[in-house]
């Protein structure tokens, strides 16, 4: 039986906008077929879902595209729906943001979209099927002129009505208080890696001071994330004994457990899945699953600061650490 789209709960952006407080990721390029990934937005769609996360890089927002206006011409209101999109890093000269925005929107048949992303705040892209080894040949550091630039393109998008909100991604606090008071429309949300082995609370609390509400991918620990991005010392969030312990006391698969915990600590998961049940207990636990304080406060202590996607492909010099990337010392790497 699907879920009342109504009875999904929701969080409140800083200008009084209520976006889903659970939403369906699409990032499977690197091993499913976009018609899969399509589908499987179609069928969250129809158990109630509203929020769909998606970017240009992904390669299926077209496919997407069709999904949803075959959901939009059934009855699902487009005001009811929160679409995402996010500007890919080959893009981030100003001249080609809107380019690349009107693209993300004809392939996804929309007018306008809720959200877009600055996907990485680094121009330097990679290849599809990228190794660990591979760097751009123009690759270079952050920037704030460069991302305040990129960020200004960004907000004519506002102006034009193309988009919604607008919002930022794989960001640092230091990032952040590099650029953000020279924002002429501020991030509504920042989307970052959350799960139980990665909980970023101080980047968590920094942006909840600051009202940008964080929206966490791979909240169950990416277990099919890209070859690049695993190392010898990672960890899985969903085999951690705490985690088990309590979604086997609640009845729940423990990924299932890390999405009602992201729920309930207060930011937005993005789950992806293509399995239609997975799908269904994800939106089920978001709605009627409540951990007691006990309960929490045990999560909390299974953090491990394990960062799972670590963005090698994005680095600028030849033997760096994929540290530089996260500024791990609050030092932005240059």
Known sequence: MSIDPSAVPTQELADGTRIPAIGLGTFGSDHIAPSRVATAV????????RHVDTASVYGNEADIGAVLNRQLRRGVARDDLWISSKLWNDSHDPAQVARACETSLRDLGLEHLDAYLVHWPFSNHHRVGATVHDRATDARPFSPDRYLATWQAMESLVDRGLVRHIGTSNMTQPKFDAVLEQMRIRPAVNQMEIHPHHQQPALVRFLTAERIVPIGFCPIGSPARP????????SSPTDDPVVVEIATRHGLHPATLCVAWACQRGHIPIPFSTTPANIEANLRAACSVTLDEAEMTAIASADQNCRLIKGQVFLWRDGQDWRDLWDVDGVIAC
């Open 42 to 49: 179609g069928h969250a769609i129809s158990f109630g879902y």
């Open 227 to 234: 070859a690049r991005d695993r190392t010898p010392d990672d």
